[in-house]
T-cell receptor, first 115, second 115 residues
Framework: GAVVSQHPSRVICKSGTSVKIECRSL??????MFWYRQFPKQSLMLMAT?????????EQGVEKDKFLINHASLTLSTLTVTSAHPEDSSFYIC???????????FGPGTRLTVT | DAKTTQPTSMDCAEGRAANLPCNHS???????VYWYRQIHSQGPQYIIH???NNETNEMASLIITEDRKSSTLILPHATLRDTAVYYC????????????????FGQGTILTVHP
């Protein structure tokens, strides 16, 4: 399966600042990547679908101006949490799909803590 | 996508088979059954998927009932490293063979493998 990396693995930032999370598909050209969020002891929730060269599609209730997604190449998508607040503290996970999306391959996740 | 029902938690002795049930009584004809697992603080890992026939790979076997309303994931020889949350997901695959891509995660089953 595809190998997906995320950077950083952990980040701590102060309230009001912005933080960027990178998701890389190391061995697979991903036209579509997905971003999920997982709060403690909860399941994964899809935030948005990132399409290479076009605007991301956000799930209902996810603020597109707060969670900026850029998918400029077939191997890189970034999620920027703007003006982060403590309630944005969460585990952020990206995934890529194979050509038919029969399988999705997930990154290791990024733990964001906003103080 | 159809909703799934899984037991909240299960235990299994190391070396024994772990049988994880999933109920998806409202599944429709174009929905596949997928299984993923998530080890603590990691991204989900794809295990297996199927439509109506039983499937087996190097990780597990998937048994789908004839009416497709339920399925069982079998880990034939569970190890301590199989302790994780296991998610059963049903997902539409359209007539063209390309899925919609979205995975909707429920609460899953916490499988604990003990010595």
């Amino acid at each position: 399966g595809a190998v997906v990396s995320q950077h950083p693995s952990r980040v701590i930032c102060k309230s009001g600042t912005s933080v960027k999370i990178e998701c890389r598909s190391l061995d697979f050209q991903a036209t579509t990547m997905f971003w999920y969020r997982q709060f403690p002891k909860q399941s994964l929730m899809l935030m948005a679908t990132s399409n290479e060269g076009s605007k991301a599609t956000y799930e209902q209730g996810v603020e597109k101006d707060k969670f900026l997604i850029n998918h400029a190449s077939l191997t890189l998508s970034t999620l920027t949490v703007t003006s982060a607040h403590p309630e944005d503290s969460s585990f952020y996970i990206c995934s890529v799909g194979d050509s038919h999306f029969y399988e999705q391959y997930f990154g290791p996740g990024t733990r964001l803590t906003v103080t | 996508d159809a909703k799934t029902t899984q037991p909240t938690s299960m235990d299994c002795a190391e070396g024994r088979a772990a049988n994880l049930p999933c109920n998806h009584s409202t599944i429709s004809g174009n929905e596949y059954v997928y299984w993923y697992r998530q080890i603590h603080s990691q991204g989900p890992q794809y295990i297996i998927h199927g439509l109506k026939n039983n499937e087996t790979n190097e990780m597990a076997s998937l048994i789908i009932t004839e009416d497709r309303k339920s399925s069982t994931l079998i880990l034939p020889h569970a190890t301590l490293r199989d302790t994780a949350v296991y998610y059963c997901i049903v997902r539409v695959v359209n007539a063209g063979g390309t899925s919609y891509g979205k995975l909707t995660f429920g609460q899953g089953t916490i499988l604990t493998v003990h010595p």
